[in-house]
């Protein structure tokens, strides 16, 4: 390997397949902004061949990478350190690799999900909604990160719902201090899980293009609650469109992808990012392409 390389700041992002992320684009825009020579690529890695990708980063000076689908959970085994967030999720999407070759892992998408959230509205004893239920759609991945960020920030109520009561009764047992402060509503009666509510989250993949649509009636959701769906594409979901529509405040899924890649970046390259309504732009062109 050329000197040149081996200077060059490095990171990026693995998965299998990997060709569809946007963390490059995002990444590369920031390394461009801040006038830092790096480099942030996409890495297509096998899941057999995980383990060997990740303990090769330090002898390809990689200052390390993000992980997405399937990487994220089977990542725990093979690293040698996971921060707080990684072991309450129990999941990685950040690993940054120290001077030691010590793998440290991370997870960002809680960090990700309330910063986007507080771009449009106050996470504070006192706002309108921060007061009353939070109702979570969905008990995967996501759903974790989500529920960890809100019991951090101090919601003292969570309603889960979601289609199978087994999962979501995993989750509740699983992440500690969640049972105490959680319901369980089944599918069927997600919209009753609305009444008094202050905060709707849909962490399902139901309203995202090629997937099926979201059916909720909103009816029972008071209208100063908000309502955040994570998915991104389309940027409005219809969920998003209709909870606009009765005069709710509502959060795209865009800006906690956006949110989340700023510890990563500000680890691997000694800068911390600022996202922007310009950065937003420059991912939106991509994802119209």
Same mark, same amino acid.
């Given at each position: ?7 060059k ?58 992980l ?6 089977? #990542? ?5 350190? *996971? =921060?707080?967030?990684?072991?309450? @999720?129990? /999941?990685?999407?950040?690993?940054? &690799? ?8 991370s997870?960002?998408?809680a ?5 986007n ?25 996501a ?15 969570i ?49 995202? #293009?090629g997937?099926?649509?979201?059916? *909720? =009636?909103?009816?029972?959701?008071? @209208?100063? /609650?908000?309502?955040?769906?994570? &998915? ?55 994802l119209?392409?």
């Amino acid at each position: 390997m050329k000197d040149g390389h081996r200077k060059k700041l490095k990171a990026g992002v693995m998965g299998w397949p990997v060709s569809h992320s946007l963390s490059p684009i995002l990444h590369s825009y920031w390394l461009s902004k801040y006038n830092i020579e790096g480099l942030y690529k996409a890495i297509p890695v096998h899941p057999d061949a995980l383990e060997k990708s990740l303990c090769d980063l330090q002898n390809k000076f990689y200052r390390g990478v993000n992980l997405t689908v399937p990487h994220k959970e089977s #990542a725990l085994g093979f690293v040698d350190k *996971i =921060d707080n967030y990684a072991k309450r @999720i129990g /999941a990685i999407n950040t690993v940054v &690799v120290e001077g030691s070759g010590v793998l440290v892992g991370s997870n960002t998408d809680a960090i990700g999900f309330i910063e986007n959230l507080r771009d449009v509205v106050p996470i504070e004893v006192g706002s309108g909604w921060f007061g009353r239920p939070a109702v979570v759609l969905g008990a995967g991945g996501a759903a974790r990160a989500v529920c960890v960020a809100l019991m951090d920030c101090g919601i003292k109520e969570i309603r889960l719902v979601n289609r199978t009561l087994d999962r979501a009764t995993e989750l509740i047992l699983e992440i500690e201090g969640m049972a105490d402060i959680s319901n369980i509503y089944k599918w069927d009666n997600r919209s009753d899980a609305l009444s008094h509510a202050g905060l709707l989250v849909n962490t399902t993949t139901l309203g995202m #293009a090629g997937q099926l649509p979201l059916n *909720i =009636d909103l009816t029972e959701l008071p @209208i100063d /609650a908000t309502v955040h769906d994570i &998915v991104y594409t389309p940027l409005e979901t219809d969920l998003l469109f209709k909870a606009r529509q009765r005069g709710n405040h509502v959060v795209d899924g865009l800006g906690m992808l956006l949110h989340q890649a700023r510890p990563g970046f500000r680890s691997w390259f000694g800068t911390d990012p600022i996202v922007t309504s310009e950065l937003r732009q420059v991912v939106l062109a991509s994802l119209s392409k």
